[in-house]
């Protein structure tokens, strides 16, 4: 899935769709990066198992991100504006769209020579992380509920307030709040809504069995509520309280009840659910809030929508920050990841789809594992280094006399 820039008129597709929020274990600074420093080309040939990637699939997720970005104005933003390479705008991506159509589906080798013919991989900046690159993953949990309130079924899912607002102050800032005498103050916290402020307003949605499930519900910022007769219920984001987030792990481990090592979000719910006396107020250390809708059709076999608003495939599409990234770009990216318990590695051209409010600077990402318990397991236990190339549109083909080393 996140804390949202204005950009028009993208906005309007932003501001609707779900996408994950933030992640329980690390906590970015919300300033911006600093300005970047220079970027680099490389050749594919220099991409960590290119050749091995399968990217016909990889194509048809592109196909479907085309479809949304072309059917927006060609000087709508997608961002990137910390950098200078093509791609920030829409009218950069219509001719490598167009020809993405005419690529035959599922031949490897065409679509592999298409991405190779109109785009060109360039490293990522050095961002302000001392480690490097960052990869985390997120997922899609599938929890219980009702409709109805009732027996284990107390804890509600809100859907967004009416008087939730949030608009342009007198500096420029986007600020988000509620209005009392005519001014725009902050949001009740989450402690606050915990005690009963959104209560018989007739904003419930759902009813949950386990308040740690909503909490990591809003943490992930979409999921699936399973009633008690096996319907599916897809919720999505449907936005924030403007309160600031504060990562549970951070504050688990200055408490000394983590140690730093031991956070990911297995042992934050583990220490939750152990303690349930004091789980409710842990949690509120947090005065983020996050507000849900429903999915209305959604196809239950596919992913969430992100912040482009095209369903999220899984190990396909990562959120960035889009100050750096535009939505839509394909990237390619080499990590490690859990498979069964065992470290493997994760070589395959991904596609920023998404945005996240803990996902800042050049040097993070986040992993979309999908959904399910084995998708709980490997976002939660993905927190590894590595690398991440943009692929940045081209205007015309690459021809075959050309050397890549002149896009440099």
Sequence with gaps: MKVFKHIAPLCAVIALCGCHTQSPVTGAAQERSPAPARVRHVPFHALPGWKNDAQEEALSVFLEDCHKITSLPPDSSLGGEATSRPGR????????CQAARDVPVGDRAAARAFFEQWFRPYTMPAGPRAGGMLFTGYYEPEIRGSLRRGGMYQT?????????????????????GRRQDGQIVPYWTRAEIDQGRLAHKKLEMLWLADPVDLFFLQIQGAGRVRLPDDTIIRLGFDGLNGQPYVPLGRVMVAQGLLGADDVNMASIR????????????????????????????????????????????????????????????????????????HPA???????AQDLGTDIKGPDRADLCMGWGPEAAQAAGNLHSGGQMIVLVPRSRPKHEHEHEASAQ
């Design 156 to 176: 509600p899912v809100y859907r967004r307030p009416p008087d939730l607002v949030r608009e342009r102050d007198a500096q420029g800032n986007i600020v988000t």
């Design 89 to 96: 705008v829409v009218g950069d991506w219509q001719a490598a």
């Design 270 to 341: 583990g220490w939750l659910e152990a303690n349930p006396d004091k789980a409710r107020e842990m949690m509120e250390k947090n005065p983020n809030y996050v507000f849900f809708r429903e999915l209305d059709g959604a196809d239950v076999r596919a992913g969430a929508p992100g912040a482009l608003g095209v369903s999220l495939v899984p190990g396909r599409s990562v959120a960035v920050d889009r100050a750096y990234i535009p939505l839509g770009s394909p990237v390619w990216v080499q990590a490690q990841v859990q498979v069964d318990g």
């Design 345 to 351: 590695t994760w070589e395959r051209l991904d596609f």
